[in-house]
């Protein structure tokens, strides 16, 4: 197989990575198909993928598709604070580069000082460079302080304590000396994870149907491995050589899931893509007292509050972080999936237009399949066997089927909802009670969603928990209300919006 280096035959207790056949599914002999492969088809593998870096406008979260994992990135808890000390009396804490860790003192030399909104850090950086300065003090808002590694020792304060620092220097009869004391690395002193500004947000604009993204998962100042002959940042100025980097994007979030993954597959080895994607989607229990059951939070940080929209107070919701923050360890033993199989895609890839001639060209079916695309096109993929439940146009009452599978410890086990209803949607779940035993592993039930207010194009939330009592099993709900109409004129036209 081009581009893999090596591969290792793993058995059912061993570790797989993400280059064994195993847990890439690829064929092997026939006398050597695994049954994961019978059940699965050929050719089945874990698809991971991040959201892009095009936050915080909404719609633009990529790589949509129902058969891949979306993750989007956040903050982890650990810091670099520094402080600023102007003229012996007066204290700023800023953001530092990462690197100055391991410098000590203070610095002697000038500093540059920029209080510009609109200013990209590395074009100050530069500027800062080319006048020889000693370091930079860079004022941003709060939501865009994402300290990496710089040419030159960069400052970054928020627009409040920049404000305040700017106005001491304009009053100031003389010019302040200004001490930088070195940076230090704090650990669980600040709230976390926070939602990244670049990681890109939700709704899908393909298929609003389905939530993405699906979940979050640590990409802020990540320390990776780097190439030495390429510089840590991308300035031309820039002629160091350095082993390792730190480094933000979604593309650091996607290797953390994807570690995550391949332990689950190693656990899990006869689970499919999308049980193990259900897994981690379901596993990310906010903070709540659950049946007397006190479970961890992954939809809040550190603090048990809320997760944080990019460091600021707002707080986020399912078009910022999917499902919530990924848990490894929940995620193990999730209780409940929800599974999908080939012939769930392809319902998708018929409900968002394609012909099944289209299908059959780009879709390698097992004589099993059988592909019909239902008649009419660009139908709704709300009844998807996704983990989340999303009704992207509610004008009337709908009814939406998920289906279960136990594969808890337990064979014979009960499960009980509980709801979180969006605002102005009555949510009523049938059953409320899920019996499983070893004679029945699959269960389905239906959720009906009611519009209750007038509204037209806001997004509210709820979820849907399922719970024996030790596990906890979380849907998120994304509904948007269509109930209003109004109309838009122009040429003697005119367009029902809630029809659209």
Request: hydrophobic share 40%; glycine share 6%; charged share 15%.
């Amino acid at each position: 197989m081009n581009g893999v280096v090596s591969v290792f035959r793993s058995r059912m207790l061993e570790l797989h990575t993400t280059r064994s056949w195993d847990f890439l599914g690829l064929t092997l002999p026939s006398s050597e198909a695994t049954p994961f492969q019978l059940a699965y088809g050929d050719d089945v593998i874990v698809g991971i993928f991040d959201t892009g870096n095009d936050g915080p406008d909404l719609s633009l979260v990529q790589n949509v598709a129902p058969w891949s994992l979306c993750v989007a990135a956040s903050s982890i808890d650990r810091t670099f604070p520094t402080k600023i000390l102007l003229d012996s009396k007066l204290s700023f804490m800023g953001l530092q580069d990462p690197e100055l860790e391991k410098e000590s003192g203070f610095r002697e030399g000038t500093i540059m000082f920029l209080h510009n909104r609109t200013s990209v850090d590395c074009v100050a950086e530069e500027a800062a460079w080319r006048a020889n300065a000693s370091a930079l003090i860079f004022v941003e808002p709060l939501n865009r302080q994402v300290p990496d590694v710089d040419i030159i020792p960069t400052i970054r304060v928020d627009i409040i304590q920049g404000t305040k620092l700017f106005h001491y220097l304009v009053l100031s009869p003389k010019q302040p000396v200004v001490q930088i004391s070195a940076g230090k690395t704090v650990i669980k002193q600040s709230p976390a994870p926070t939602v990244a500004l670049f990681s890109s947000r939700g709704p899908s604009s393909l298929s609003p149907d389905i939530l993405k993204p699906d979940i979050t998962a640590p990409g802020i100042n990540i320390l990776a491995a780097w190439p030495p002959t390429i510089p840590p940042t991308s300035m031309p100025i820039d002629g160091r050589s350095v082993n390792w980097n730190f480094l933000s994007g979604t593309s650091m979030s996607c290797p953390h899931v994807s570690g995550v993954v391949a332990l689950l597959k190693s656990a899990h080895p006869h689970w499919s893509p999308a049980a193990i994607r259900s897994a981690l989607m379901t596993t990310v229990t906010p903070a709540d007292l659950l049946f007397l059951f006190v479970v961890k939070a992954y939809t809040s940080d550190t603090t048990l509050d809320s997760i944080l929209f990019g460091g600021i107070a707002k707080t986020t919701d399912p078009l910022d972080i999917g499902a919530g923050h990924i848990d490894p360890l929940r995620a193990m033993d999730p209780g409940l999936v929800y599974d999908m199989k080939t012939s769930d895609y392809i319902l998708f890839l018929c409900n968002i237009g394609y012909t099944a001639d289209q299908i059959n060209s780009i879709v390698s079916l097992s004589p099993s399949t059988i592909l019909c695309c239902p008649k009419g096109s660009y139908l709704s993929n709300a009844n998807l066997n996704y983990p989340s439940i999303t009704v992207s146009n509610l004008q009337s009452t709908v009814t939406i089927k998920r289906t279960v599978r136990n594969v808890g410890w337990k064979k014979a086990a009960i499960y009980f909802a509980r709801i979180v209803k969006p605002n102005g949607v009555e949510v009523v779940v049938w059953p409320r009670v899920l019996f499983f035993s070893c004679f029945r592993e699959e269960v389905s039930y239906y959720v009906t969603f009611k519009p209750l207010k007038k509204s037209q194009g806001r997004y509210d939330f709820g979820e849907i928990v399922w719970s024996d009592g030790f596990h906890s099993v979380r849907s998120p709900l994304v509904v948007i209300v269509s109930t209003t109409t109004s109309t838009i004129s122009g040429d003697d036209s005119t367009v029902d919006k809630a029809s659209m």
